[in-house]
């Protein structure tokens, strides 16, 4: 799909400078892009690209002062960045602008569907499955029996999503991601084996909440393992069984978080953090990435860092003085060195 300078620069209220039937049809970064290609310059650091890029439309903040030739037709506009975001996700938008029931695939005859819904080939949704209007489940999808999903939800290829658990509206579940399997739950016998304990509960992901690629969120023992409104979690994160993740809290890649922990609102999870079980993390906490959470955090808004965790400017003075121990342990040896030849006389 084509679009022009002109048809572009209505959409975002921007003025065109040069060719408006100038036609792009793709998107790319200016230091890249080629014929047919619409970039954007927001960054003084690549301006340099602007003189030079193969792009045939850029996009440009008003105060933007050229300094040489331009071949590409420019879009001005107040705010290039936030711009070029709207048309990413329009972008976005068409591109997986999909719809209708592909085959094959399987919808239970109890299974209830909404309007305008998208079933990839391949996916299963099993009996008592309810889905909200305007929600795309991808091909190879498997949505079990009694699970709800509300409207505009996004399931892409190869997720999972088991018995019994609750997708609110506008969720996206990325590729390969499991939303319910069983908690880790084994209680230990006599002979030193462990005995599977049932885990009855679900997995509640609240209205706006995104899962990455191969995030797995276990279901709970008893009662619900919860995401709350507006909640991002990126790729690889594990979160176990009867967890509670607030709203607005943003967990990063290869995090784990141990069971019936409580995370509160607006929480910033950095990549490989680990969190114990049966705690609670206050709201506005920032975690460093790979930081260790053994206890609970009471004071809200707080940073904190290493492992086990500390106030996070402690542990960047702690870590400086790690550095130098090499240094220091020289030090030492010299000086016990001379301490004892003046013993020795």
């Not at 709207?86 to 094959?104: F, R």
């Not at 409207?151 to 590729?175: E, I, M, P, Q, R």
């Amino acid at each position: 799909m084509q679009f022009t300078a002109q048809q572009i620069a209505s959409l975002l209220n921007g003025t065109v400078e040069g060719d408006e039937s100038a036609a792009v049809s793709t998107l790319a970064k200016i230091e890249e892009a080629g014929a047919g290609s619409l970039s954007f310059l927001a960054n003084p650091k690549y301006e340099q690209y602007l003189y030079t890029t193969n792009a045939s439309i850029v996009i440009v903040n008003n105060s933007q002062v050229l300094s040489g030739a331009v071949k590409a037709t420019l879009i001005r506009v107040e705010d290039a960045y936030g711009a070029f975001s709207v048309l990413l996700e329009a972008y976005n938008t068409i591109k997986l602008d999909k719809s209708g029931i592909e085959q094959p695939s399987f919808i239970h005859p109890t299974a209830q569907i909404g309007e305008g819904v998208y079933i990839g080939a391949f996916a299963y949704i099993g009996p008592g499955v309810k889905v909200g209007d305007k929600s795309k489940i991808y091909p190879n999808s498997y949505i079990g029996d009694n699970a709800a999903l509300g409207k505009n939800v996004t399931l892409f290829a190869g997720v999972k999503v088991y018995f019994d658990c609750v997708l609110g509206d506008n969720v996206t579940v990325h590729s390969g991601a499991v939303i319910g399997s069983d908690g880790f739950g084994f209680a230990p016998t006599a002979d030193g084996s462990y005995k599977k304990i049932a885990q009855i509960g679900n997995v509640v992901l609240e209205d706006d909440v995104e899962v990455g690629s191969n995030t797995t969120i276990d279901r709970a023992t008893m009662g619900s393992t919860i995401i709350r409104k507006g909640a991002k979690i990126d790729n690889l994160v594990q979160i176990a069984h009867n967890v509670e993740v607030g709203s607005n809290t943003v967990i990063a890649g290869q995090a784990g978080v141990s069971g019936s922990t409580k995370i509160g609102e607006r929480v910033m999870v950095g990549g490989q953090v680990g969190i114990s079980g049966h705690l609670t993390i206050a709201n506005g906490t920032q975690l460093s990435a790979q930081t260790g959470i053994n206890s609970s955090i009471k004071e809200e808004g707080k940073a904190w860092g290493g492992s086990p965790y500390m106030p996070y400017k402690d542990y960047l003075r702690s870590y400086s003085k790690l550095k130098q121990l090499p240094d220091l342990d020289k030090k030492v040896y010299d000086l016990e060195k001379i301490i004892k030849e003046l013993k020795n006389g």
